[in-house]
């Protein structure tokens, strides 16, 4: 009871209340609260015994609101309150009452709680007038504050200072019962691992027991490792026992009331070896509860082995409902490695085939995309940058690079630099302790290597060879050498466009767009893998490169100036060789060189295109020079006819030196012109 007293007027150094007979007063002190102070308590004492009265001693005069706290206690033995008979008791609540005095007023609330296990009813209520918890808790303090109890409010009255009485009718109730089977099989080479989890709710009144029912085949088998949990066979069985089954009785040592749980285990090596190739039908035993409210479970199926495969389409399911192990399990209840899992809420049936299958080793590294940036530089030597985009199962990389490699700077690992071991020749190892197998990553690696017409890439060495999808090669010549042709199997990935009078190549994808894919799904900016370079671009690609030694590119570069000067030589010399010759004699030579250069730009695209523009200009060069001796030719046949004499006859000219002059007969014949 909480009496709170708002004493006008003058102070008062005593509190009186009236209690119901049977009660024993357990404490009394003051207690502050909804802004009253706690009363100066000093004694107390009980008067009267048929309408007894607490006295309560202050130690000082109080005034104002003040707050007492009481407690009371009585016993009531009723063995039907004890275990769930069915009857009802009636139980007389007397009420404690402040007295107010003639000149003052009271007023109350009473809120009964009752533990679960009790179904309380009001069978006589008196002067009382029922309310909600809300407006009996308001402005005053919970009944249960600081109180370790199970009991809950279940009626909530208001009274007057008129009498009141209250009778409630109590019932025990019955256990509830709920039971959750968690039923995990691991199945092995020749035998299947079980173990069943039992989550156990029970309200209302403790149980001292649970029954399981048990296959036959493996009653003798299973084990309970939960500590303080025993069990005992039901001798004789239950009536309702199933055939083939055996009815357990599981002890927890104490009442069972509230949530807990027990573990069954057991392993049946009754399963036939699994061979490879080779099917074994496995028929999941049914452990059943009984004498339960509810009942249902989840069963969970694991392999131990990464060979070992479950088809459920060879067995039989029934009453089952496969669910998802990563979302649908129960509380309480993990499965990581679940291959499948079900759930039931009646008797099941469930048996699957496990296949055994020969492990095929997979390949631990594959690198998804890779980018190889080399500069040949005039000093024939080739710096080389090597990106990587990839996953890899491994501990450390193995990476073999091209004879007489040097490396430049440490490996680095989505930007962090990595510590690079050196193993056998050209070998080197580079740890991932940070990447997770499915994690994807960017490797970087920078070397130098002397020569610059063969260009090898690393080599991933490790069994199997790492898979590898597209690659793209970015070759940087000098500006002033030309390339003349490549061999190797690489597809070219740039096309020609003009450059005033020569062609110069471009590529489909410039070297930022390079970069974004690279990059692209790491995490990396494409500015964090700088490489200087240095020339003219041309990009190459391949799909599943082969090994270096056959899968190599090699580039036939020369210098521009020589390469012109080479194409003017042969042609002007050509032309000269030619001068002698009709006109016929040449457009022959003239479509020869063109014949020459289309038949080149079939096989030797590359070539054809930087030749072009020397071809063009050394043919240039022949005709000015063949006109040159044309015009030349006709000026010295027009000086030569007057000295030729005075008559009239040899002024004129001949039909022979004219056709010498127009079109040498020499020409037609295909022998030198006398012109």
């Given amino acids: ?194 173990e069943a989890t039992f989550f156990h709710t029970v309200q209302y009144s403790g149980v001292k027991s649970l029954r399981i029912d048990l296959p036959e085949g493996i009653a003798d088998l299973v084990k309970v490792p939960t500590p303080g949990v025993r069990h005992e066979v039901i001798q004789p069985p239950p009536k309702d026992t199933a055939k083939g089954y055996v009815a357990w009785r599981v002890f927890a040592g104490k009442e069972m009331l509230g949530d807990g749980q027990f573990q069954l285990r057991w392993t049946d090596s009754r399963v036939q070896k699994l061979d490879v190739g080779r099917s074994v039908l496995i028929e999941v035993p049914h452990l059943r509860p009984k004498e339960v409210d509810r009942a249902w479970g989840q069963i969970v199926l694991k392999k131990k082995s990464e060979t070992i495969d479950i088809d459920e389409g060879q067995g039989k399911l029934e009453n089952l409902r496969p669910i998802d192990p990563q979302h649908d399990l129960m509380p309480g209840a993990s499965a990581p490695d679940a291959a499948r899992a079900y759930e039931f809420h009646d008797d099941f049936t469930l048996s699957v085939a496990a296949v055994r299958y020969q492990l095929h080793d997979i390949k631990h590294t594959s690198i998804e995309r890779a980018l190889l940036r080399m500069v040949v530089t005039r000093a024939d030597l080739v710096a080389v940058q090597a990106l990587y985009q990839m996953r890899s199962a491994q501990q450390r990389l193995a990476i073999v690079l091209p004879e007489g490699a040097q490396v430049d700077k440490r490996p680095r690992v989505n930007g962090q630099s990595a510590v690079l071991e050196r193993g056998g020749a050209n070998e080197y190892f580079v740890p991932l302790p940070s990447v997770g197998p499915d994690q994807v990553f960017l490797l970087e690696i920078q070397y130098s290597v002397p020569g610059g017409s063969r260009l090898e890439y690393p080599v991933f060495h490790e069994e199997p060879t790492p898979a590898v999808q597209k690659v793209y090669l970015a070759v940087y010549v000098p500006q002033e050498k030309v390339l003349l042709g490549k061999q190797g ?165 001949s039909p022979s030196n004219d056709a010498s002059v127009s079109q040498p007969p020499a020409s037609l014949e295909g022998g030198p012109s006398h012109a």
């Fill in 1 to 194: 009871m909480l009496a709170l007293y708002d004493i006008q007027r003058a102070g008062v150094f005593q509190l009186d209340l009236e209690l119901p007979a049977g009660y024993t007063v357990l404490r009394v002190r003051g207690q502050s609260a909804a802004g009253a102070a706690a009363a100066p308590y000093d004694t107390h004492h009980i008067e009267g015994k048929e309408k007894p009265r607490l006295v309560v001693h202050l130690a000082k005069k109080a005034i104002g609101r003040v707050g007492l706290h009481v407690e009371l206690t009585r016993d009531i033995s009723q063995p039907d309150l004890l275990v769930p008979s069915g009857k009802a008791v009636e139980v007389e609540v007397g009420i404690p009452r402040g007295v107010a005095g003639p000149e003052g007023r009271s007023a109350g609330r009473v809120i009964v709680l009752a533990p679960e296990s009790l179904q309380v009813n009001p069978s006589k209520a008196e002067g009382l007038r029922r309310i909600s918890l809300k407006e009996a808790l308001e402005g005053m303090e919970s009944p249960r504050q600081g109180k370790t109890t199970d009991a809950r409010p279940v009626l909530e009255f208001a009274h007057t200072q008129d009498p009141a009485a209250l009778v409630l009718s109590a019932e025990r109730r019955r256990p509830f019962v709920t039971v959750r089977q968690f039923l995990v099989g691991q199945i092995e080479d020749g035998a299947i691992t079980y």
């Fill in 489 to 653: 199997p690489w597809t070219e990935e740039f096309f020609w466009e003009r450059d005033g009078l020569s062609w110069r190549p471009a590529p489909y994808r410039q070297e930022h767009e390079l970069l974004q894919w690279i990059t692209e799904g790491t995490g990396q900016h494409p500015g964090s893998v700088p490489f200087a370079t240095d020339g003219r671009m041309y990009l190459f690609s391949t799909l599943r490169p082969a090994d270096p030694e056959t899968g190599a590119l090699r580039l036939a570069t020369l210098r521009e100036e020589w390469l012109h000067g080479l194409v003017m030589a042969f042609v002007v010399l050509g032309g000269l060789v030619l001068l002698p010759w009709g006109v016929r004699v040449r457009a022959l030579g003239v479509a020869l060189v063109a014949l020459a250069w289309m038949t080149g730009a079939v096989f030797a695209p590359i070539l054809a295109r930087q030749v072009a523009y020397g071809v063009a200009t050394a043919l240039g060069v022949v005709l000015v020079l063949w006109l040159a001796a044309f015009v030349w030719s006709m000026r010295r046949g027009g000086r030569q006819s007057p000295t030729t004499g005075g008559s009239a006859e040899a002024q004129q000219p």
